[in-house]
Protein backbone atom coordinates (compact mmCIF):
# COMPACT_ATOMS: atom_id res chain seq x y z
CA UNK A 1 0.00 0.00 0.00
CA UNK A 2 1.04 3.51 -0.63
CA UNK A 3 1.37 6.39 2.53
CA UNK A 4 1.93 10.03 1.55
CA UNK A 5 3.11 12.49 4.37
CA UNK A 6 2.86 16.10 4.07
CA UNK A 7 4.99 18.40 5.61
CA UNK A 8 6.05 22.15 5.37
CA UNK A 9 2.67 24.15 5.69
CA UNK A 10 2.30 27.14 7.95
CA UNK A 11 1.97 30.53 8.17
CA UNK A 12 3.44 33.02 5.68
CA UNK A 13 2.64 36.61 4.79
CA UNK A 14 1.83 37.92 1.15
CA UNK A 15 4.74 37.97 -1.48
CA UNK A 16 6.45 35.48 1.02
CA UNK A 17 7.39 31.66 0.09
CA UNK A 18 7.06 28.34 1.33
CA UNK A 19 7.84 24.61 0.18
CA UNK A 20 6.00 21.74 0.89
CA UNK A 21 7.26 18.43 1.00
CA UNK A 22 5.69 14.82 0.35
CA UNK A 23 7.14 12.04 1.56
CA UNK A 24 6.32 8.43 -0.28
CA UNK A 25 5.88 4.92 1.45
CA UNK A 26 5.40 1.83 -0.59
CA UNK A 27 6.23 -0.14 -4.11
CA UNK A 28 7.71 2.04 -6.85
CA UNK A 29 7.42 5.57 -6.21
CA UNK A 30 8.85 6.48 -10.36
CA UNK A 31 6.31 4.75 -11.82
CA UNK A 32 3.59 7.60 -10.12
CA UNK A 33 2.47 10.47 -11.43
CA UNK A 34 2.47 12.92 -8.47
CA UNK A 35 0.75 15.93 -8.03
CA UNK A 36 -0.57 18.34 -5.45
CA UNK A 37 -4.00 19.38 -4.90
CA UNK A 38 -6.01 21.75 -3.00
CA UNK A 39 -8.94 22.85 -0.39
CA UNK A 40 -9.64 26.33 0.36
CA UNK A 41 -12.69 26.48 3.37
CA UNK A 42 -16.23 25.65 1.81
CA UNK A 43 -14.87 24.73 -1.25
CA UNK A 44 -14.08 22.25 -3.60
CA UNK A 45 -10.69 20.09 -3.61
CA UNK A 46 -8.86 21.78 -6.93
CA UNK A 47 -5.93 20.49 -8.64
CA UNK A 48 -2.35 22.91 -8.12
CA UNK A 49 0.53 20.89 -10.06
CA UNK A 50 1.28 17.45 -11.58
CA UNK A 51 4.63 15.94 -12.26
CA UNK A 52 5.38 12.82 -14.30
CA UNK A 53 7.19 9.76 -12.74
CA UNK A 54 10.62 11.34 -14.32
CA UNK A 55 9.61 15.06 -13.08
CA UNK A 56 10.63 15.99 -16.57
CA UNK A 57 7.06 17.07 -17.13
CA UNK A 58 4.83 19.15 -15.01
CA UNK A 59 1.47 20.82 -15.40
CA UNK A 60 -0.37 23.51 -12.97
CA UNK A 61 -3.67 25.30 -12.34
CA UNK A 62 -3.47 28.86 -14.35
CA UNK A 63 -4.10 30.13 -10.81
CA UNK A 64 -0.30 29.05 -9.65
CA UNK A 65 1.65 29.04 -12.91
CA UNK A 66 4.84 31.16 -12.71
CA UNK A 67 4.62 31.09 -9.01
CA UNK A 68 4.51 27.35 -7.96
CA UNK A 69 7.08 24.70 -9.12
CA UNK A 70 6.77 21.12 -8.66
CA UNK A 71 9.26 18.78 -8.13
CA UNK A 72 10.61 15.26 -7.16
CA UNK A 73 13.45 13.16 -6.16
CA UNK A 74 13.48 9.74 -7.51
CA UNK A 75 16.43 8.71 -5.11
CA UNK A 76 14.58 9.71 -1.27
CA UNK A 77 10.46 8.82 -2.96
CA UNK A 78 9.71 12.65 -2.05
CA UNK A 79 7.50 15.37 -3.93
CA UNK A 80 7.79 19.32 -3.68
CA UNK A 81 5.53 21.90 -4.23
CA UNK A 82 8.05 25.25 -3.86
CA UNK A 83 5.52 28.07 -3.62
CA UNK A 84 6.65 31.84 -4.45
CA UNK A 85 4.64 34.97 -4.24
CA UNK A 86 1.90 33.99 -2.24
CA UNK A 87 -1.44 35.48 -2.42
CA UNK A 88 -4.00 35.60 0.35
CA UNK A 89 -6.35 33.15 -1.94
CA UNK A 90 -3.41 30.32 -2.31
CA UNK A 91 -4.85 29.68 1.81
CA UNK A 92 -5.82 25.83 1.17
CA UNK A 93 -5.46 22.85 2.86
CA UNK A 94 -2.36 21.11 0.44
CA UNK A 95 -2.76 17.50 -0.30
CA UNK A 96 -0.25 15.19 -1.93
CA UNK A 97 -1.61 12.77 -4.53
CA UNK A 98 -0.13 10.20 -6.45
CA UNK A 99 -1.99 8.50 -9.57
CA UNK A 100 -1.17 6.01 -12.41
CA UNK A 101 -1.25 8.29 -15.29
CA UNK A 102 0.24 11.90 -15.46
CA UNK A 103 -2.97 13.45 -17.70
CA UNK A 104 -5.49 11.23 -15.34
CA UNK A 105 -4.28 12.71 -12.28
CA UNK A 106 -4.14 16.29 -13.64
CA UNK A 107 -7.62 15.53 -14.08
CA UNK A 108 -8.29 14.51 -10.57
CA UNK A 109 -7.76 10.64 -10.73
CA UNK A 110 -6.07 10.00 -7.64
CA UNK A 111 -4.78 6.73 -6.45
CA UNK A 112 -3.71 7.82 -2.78
CA UNK A 113 -4.04 10.96 -0.99
CA UNK A 114 -1.97 12.15 1.88
CA UNK A 115 -3.57 13.48 5.06
CA UNK A 116 -3.33 17.42 4.07
CA UNK A 117 -1.07 20.40 5.23
CA UNK A 118 -2.21 24.11 5.90
CA UNK A 119 -1.08 26.47 4.06
CA UNK A 120 -1.99 30.19 5.75
CA UNK A 121 -1.20 33.27 3.85
CA UNK A 122 -1.70 36.70 5.54
CA UNK A 123 -2.60 40.31 3.69
Known amino acids: QVQLVESGGGLVQAGGSLRLSCAFSGRAFSSYAMGWFRQAPGKGRTFVAV????????AYADSVKGRFTISRDNTKNMVYLQMSSLKPEDTAVYYC????????????????WGQGTQVTVSS
Open 97 to 112: ACGIEFVGLKLGRVRS
Open 51 to 58: ANWSGGST
